[in-house]
């Protein structure tokens, strides 16, 4: 008997103490497979970082193939634009010498630059054109989607959604603070739909040789944002040392593998990106594993849905996607109403992820309360924001994307 009432006391005063993490069985980012816990950089660098890009590769986003040699037509180039503010370049990219298969990136830089720019690089949904009012923005004849159902506002690649998506790239705003965008149409590098790998850039690299963990389109549209930062390390206008990587939704998860992967990007953004990015799988609030992998089974490597309904198995969590970025300023952003999200698992993705950066000697979140809804969390080197209002990405994401880019870059305006 007394020993029930001791182990009932141990029960009830330790656990309200034990972590979040242990009740929700998060692995430790800095434990090895082998068990040891990392203690250096060196260790972390050399061992855990290329164990736990590893796992991603096999079980989620599956493995993409190694840059080839791309070639690039720069198919404008003004000095001149959006009313003398802005310098404009199209540069095409070819994936291959087979020249069928190519992206084009719109850039726009500050007229009034004295030095190279930082430069945040991002996909869009719509096609180029849509992102600004522009008329020298070029359309793409990839993936055209003239969806009369849902209006102009989501017709891909076409005249009448010129423009419709520039709630979403503040381009003016970005160009006053002193930064560049880059964007490319994601519908370029691989179209959003389950035809089996056949078109995009699955076509053109996988000549139908698929396995379970072969790439699926995240890790598609992440390779093609780090082929557009193979060009943009070369433009001599942008500051190469300074070019982040940011996407909303399915975007988002994309910017996130790119950046984990990529060390080259010195900053990685995740507006709202949920399940299958910044949000914690485990968390299980908004949308859940099995329906993303029933609803998008072309997103992820085809191991991923074996992981419905046993989340716990996972020998990872969206929180090691984030440390895998460190030490380099990550940032992960939620709308208060955008639940399918699931704010709180972005949240706690951002809070699980500080070990790693403390090894390194930085501030990750810096803390384990979420911020109110317009407070957001730019201290450390893992930045937070929750505002107001739907799924979206908006020019408050914007600002506050900018705020800490000034900050942790000593850049702005
Ligand atoms: C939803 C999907 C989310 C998110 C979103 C988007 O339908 O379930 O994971 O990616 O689309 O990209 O807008």
Known sequence: MRNA?????????????ATMAQKKNIPDPLKLARGVRVKTVDEWESIRRPEIRELFSRHMYGYSPAPPELSYRILSHDRDALDGKAIRKQVRVFFAPDTSVWMDILIYLPAR????????LGMNFYGNQAVWNDPAILITPNWVDQNEV????????TEASRGVRSSRWPIDRILERGYGV???YYGDVDPDFDDGFMNGVH???DKGNRTESSWGSIAAWAWGLQRALDYLVTDSDVDASKVAVLGHSRLGKAALWAGATDERFAMVISNESGEGGAALTRNEKGESLEQITTTFPHWFCSVYKSFAGRVNDLPFDQHMLLALVAPRPVYVASAVEDLWADPEGEFLSAVYAEPVYK???HKGLGTRKMPDVGKPLHEGRIGYHLREGKHDLTAYDW???MNFADKHWRTGK
């Open 5 to 17: 009432i001791a182990s009932f006391l141990i029960v009830a005063l330790i656990l309200p103490f």
């Open 113 to 120: 630059k004295t030095s190279p720019v930082p430069v945040f």
């Open 150 to 157: 849902l209006g102009v506002e989501n017709n891909r690649a």
């Open 182 to 184: 880059a964007t490319i």
């Open 203 to 205: 076509g053109l690299f």
């Open 359 to 361: 090894l390194y000697g």
């Open 399 to 401: 600002e506050q994307f």
